[in-house]
């Protein structure tokens, strides 16, 4: 029960303890999770295909793990050996651009268009040029946030700091597997066919979706085996399970992923 307590007083200090930004990053970030929530609701009342370039799978999806990915980075971030500016520069941007790639995915939804590639109108290829450069900026603030997370920090236990290093690194793979299939997108595109464009766009979506989370589980097991008594060798170890086996669930999904794009 203490463990239990002592989980309890935690979660509220990190409501308490946390800086402006990072409070209306955990808003903000709830405000998307429900905007998910609801697009779920959307489809179950007004159907349609749940896959394809124009589906309310998209703004579900996409509102669900933008809100969970802007939580928990807001959270693991303060695990990070960065200046109090510097957190929340690179927070403050990270939470606008999560709202203009989930404003722009859940405009094109209820236009019934393709948000991502579309080049059809002009209006829809200024917001697939928006997307695009969003989610060229997620890169560059996710990606200062995976190098000071390979920094050395002495005061975060060896299990965490395990624990955000591998989860920083999956996100990385989650970021660059979606910039391939924007890249295949655009390429198709610009051959002309923008059918083939929406076809092949998400060829390693599986992938995209298991690497993404990984800062979220892998942090998440290290926070809780903390309230665990025990040596901490021994949760630094099982955390390095977990990023094996996580790994592990990152190479099958890219198998899978090309070989379903074969």
Known sequence: ???VRNMGSAVRGIWTRGCRVERVCYVLGGVLVGAGVFHLGVFAVDGGPWYGPV???KPATFGLSFGLTLITVTGVASHLPLSDRLRAVL???FAADCFVEVGGITLQAWRHVPSH???ETPFD???STVLAAGGGLLIVILGALAVSA??????????????????FLTLMIGLATGAAMIARGVVEV???DQQEAYDVVGFLKPVHAVSLHGVLVLPALAWLLSFIPGDE???TRIVAIATACYGLAIAAALAYSLWCSS
């Open 1 to 3: 029960m203490s463990s």
């Open 55 to 57: 589906s309310w799978r």
């Open 91 to 93: 927070l403050g941007s």
């Open 117 to 119: 590639v579309n080049r």
């Open 125 to 127: 290829s200024t917001v």
């Open 150 to 167: 390979f920094r050395s920090n002495p005061a975060a236990a060896a299990s965490m700091r395990l624990a955000l290093r591998a989860g």
């Open 190 to 192: 610009n051959a002309g």
């Open 233 to 235: 060798n021994l949760r």
